[in-house]
């Protein structure tokens, strides 16, 4: 076997601002988890000397998160916040004449809060913001028109449940029951599906009037204008006889008036996604092209090109047909000539470009360092765009020909206080010789030579990765005194589509093999101690660690968070319908299959590891229901296990004090297992 460590800090001695000067004094402490600030959605300005974004930080007195609206100047010498309210701002758009900062929030009374977000426009020349819309049940993925007099966006049916005092026959304050009868029926933080859609809509800014374009039984979304300002395009399922039935969206246009007839522009086998982006000329609109139902789970978004004025469905012509990854968020350069997307490769997220008529990617950004926000090409084909490393937390960066630039400092402070681990590559060989890329955190004391605790964390999806990006979790752990070993089993993404579809059908297999393989290495090079091993994750993540557990008894605890093993029972209660039907099939057609993906609760009895299960109360996308049925399994054998279910909470924890309750359980959970000492405490430095 073999086993490579190579180390960032090279490329982190280039790059100053990203990585504090001096070694910090201290270590993280759960304190300092309310502190971190997100940053997101950058928007450079029309003529280049601003770029706004979105600011989230939680207020921990009220328990909750709070996004403002921030501007810097590109040259970096200043920023600006630009709203306040504590109901919370969004999507930032510049006003094509630079005049106006449109964004959404959702402010006013109690009644009018209920509307939904509403569109609100800043003027750049001072001012107070000015709400300019009252639309029903609110606005989203809002965007200007090219001539800066209209805004498309996304608009809602309006549900009658919603109004109950306004319903035939039930006029009274219970809430009426809810009627099923669609085929893909739930949806997480959603809730269960009823026939209402999203359609796509105008709103024009002179008679403070919205126009709906779309209707029908289906959802209709991510407009973009043409550069003429007479057509959206739109991505939608519209062609399919049940859009429940399948993921396959395809590329629509419609003329931007009243009555128009919208008009396919693509129908592959696969499905395309994100937003529509028109060339400057109109001619041609960059899309994403994903992968077929059978195989959605598993997708790898290319690139392509469709002509933007062909009379009737035409083909896709990839940009980059050979490049074995997936890439997000395309627009084009103001020429034409080149079009710019984040790329994911093996534990990184880069800024990068390729020609318009196809070609090699080159990218704008290096290894060691994640993009997990791009602006769209400025004016001068310049991005702006979200930068961390694996310790360094995120801050705005200019993107500009050389290397990244430092526009914000909104985490500079806690940057400067807390010593963090830095992560590193780690490469092992599974059993059957498939190489396998993880990322390593070691104890921010670490010292050479000595073998730690360690906590195998695995990732969710199971199609996402473990990067070098600043991940919270992972620090928590390196502050505590753990090793944090987090593998991109097959089933992850960044290593291309042959490696991602490796599970196809059978979960639980090829991605125990390949975690376990990283943990040997891990305890061969004496940086794990083989006596207090411990494991982990949550989703995908969760669901790995019960087949894990079911496989191999090496491990002293566990934390299996909205994770699932009797995969069974699943049918009909998440969201994950298309999938289930089309990668395992009927459940009483194909009985094996779904059993043996859920050996873990039929080799309950295997099972030796004191774990702990979590997840959200009103989580549809794994529902609670799974962690319950194995804390039940655990708890009938005897085996030391606790659940812990957060009120209200979908598949993602949104509420802070949940969050940081999560992290301190997980650290008195392994702590009592893996360390005689108690775990570190909130306040300790």
Known sequence: MVLRILAVAGLLALLPTLAPAQPAPRRMVLDDFNRIVALGDPQRSPDGDWVAYTVTTIDAEKDRRNTDIWMARWDGTAQQQLTSSPDGESSPRWSPDGKYLAFLASRGTEDEKKQGAQLWLLPRQGGEALKVSEVKGGLSNIQWSPDSTRIAFEIADVNPAD???????????????????????????????????????????????????????????????????????????????????????????????????????????????????WSPDGSRIAVLVGDTDTNYAYDLNKLGVIAANAPGPGAVRLLSPTLDRAVFAPSWSKDGQRISFLLEDDRSQHAASVPAEGGTPRRL?????????????????????????SNTLPELFALDGGAPRQLTRHNAALQAEVRFATAENLTSKSKDGTEVHSILVKPVDYVAGRAYPTILFIHGGPNGQDDHGFDVTHQWFAANGYVVLAPNYRGSSGRGATFQKAIHKDWGHFEVVDVLGAVDEAVKQGVADPNRLGIGGWSYGGITTNYTIATDTRFKAAASGAGSSLQLTMYGMDRYIVQYEQELGLPWKNPEAWMKVSYPFFHADRIRTPTLFLGGEKDFNVPIAGGEQMYQALRSQNVDTELVIYPGQFHGLTVPSYERDRLQRYANWYGKYLQPAAPTSARQP
Do not use: C
Not at 167 to 180: A, F, H, L, S
């Open 163 to 277: 109004e109950p005092e306004k319903m035939e026959g039930w006029k009274r304050k219970t809430t009426p029951p809810i009627v099923i009868d669609r085929y893909h029926f739930k949806e997480d933080r959603t809730g269960y599906l009823t026939r209402h859609y999203s359609h796509i809509a105008v709103f024009d800014l002179a008679t403070k009037t919205a126009t709906t374009l779309t209707s029908g039984q289906v959802d209709d979304e991510n407009p973009a204008w043409s550069p003429d300002g007479t057509r959206i395009a739109f991505i939608s399922k519209r062609a399919q006889p049940d859009p429940d039935r399948t993921t396959n969206t395809d590329v629509w246009v419609i003329d931007a008036k009243p009555g128009a007839t919208p008009r396919q522009m693509t129908n592959t086998p696969e499905g395309e996604s994100g937003r529509p982006t």
């Open 365 to 389: 950004t290096g290894a060691g360092m994640v993009v997990a926000a791009l602006s769209p090409n400025g004016a001068d084909d310049r991005h702006a765009a979200v930068l961390s490393t």
